[in-house]
T-cell receptor
Framework: AQSVTQLGSHVSVSEGALVLLRCNYS??????LFWYVQYPNQGLQLLLK??????LVKGINGFEAEFKKSETSFHLTKPSAHMSDAAEYFC???????????FGAGTRLAVHP | DAGVTQSPTHLIKTRGQQVTLRCSPK?????VSWYQQALGQGPQFIFQ???????QRGNFPDRFSGHQFPNYSSELNVNALLLGDSALYLC????????????FGPGTRLTVT
């Protein structure tokens, strides 16, 4: 069965610091991986996705993630945090057998001045 | 290009009542999936509708049912509401039922008292 684990339910960084949000997945087939962001009282917005090809994928708002098969990881990074990045971030894997997204529990990112 | 829309935004119901939530998919999309996001958790897959039929179902009881209309819009119905049904209900649309990339609506916040 496929699953997603997000390490750290809360991450706090200073404005301008590196953002690193961790995601590990379990999948018996080549995974399709996603990062979504959720601002308070809103739905999910797609940040970036990995399907095939280049393992370093760039998304919106300066975020990027690297697919590492050997480590079964898909960590999300941003070189310099901005106050507007404060939100909940969800990593997800697509289950092709069930045509559904399987989400991690989420990581709440706080950005301090 | 209209994105995914959901109505209503918020809803308060009493235990035992029934509720209907509505979703219009992104323009050009023909598949709708519903997810339940309890407070502090990641979204959980409820079911998927394609060609007006339920195609996949997650681990939710029969109290949860749905419908898809010829214009691809969808409804989620929940009968005999329980306190534990309080959550944010997210609708996601895609082009094709095996498409991994899904676009989410803003959600309907259901509170059961």
């Amino acid at each position: 069965a496929q699953s997603v684990t997000q390490l750290g339910s809360h991450v706090s960084v200073s404005e301008g610091a590196l953002v690193l949000l961790r995601c590990n997945y379990s999948s018996s087939v080549p995974p399709y991986l996603f990062w979504y962001v959720q601002y308070p009282n809103q739905g999910l917005q797609l940040l970036l996705k990995y399907t095939t090809g280049a393992t370093l994928v760039k998304g919106i708002n300066g975020f990027e993630a690297e697919f590492k098969k050997s480590e079964t990881s898909f960590h999300l990074t941003k070189p310099s945090a901005h106050m507007s990045d404060a939100a909940e971030y969800f990593c997800a894997v697509f289950s092709g057998g069930y045509n559904k997204l399987i989400f991690g529990a989420g990581t709440r990112l706080a950005v301090h001045p | 290009d209209a994105g995914v829309t959901q109505s209503p935004t918020h809803l308060i119901k009493t235990r035992g009542q029934q509720v209907t939530l509505r979703c219009s998919p992104k323009s050009g999309h023909d598949t709708v999936s519903w997810y339940q996001q309890a407070l502090g958790q990641g979204p959980q897959f409820i079911f998927q509708y394609y060609e007006e039929e339920e195609r996949q179902r997650g681990n939710f009881p029969d109290r949860f049912s749905g419908h898809q209309f010829p214009n691809y819009s969808s409804e989620l119905n929940v009968n005999a509401l329980l306190l534990g049904d309080s959550a944010l209900y997210l609708c996601a649309s895609s082009l094709g039922r095996k498409q991994a990339e899904q676009y989410f609506g803003p959600g309907t916040r259901l509170t059961v008292t």
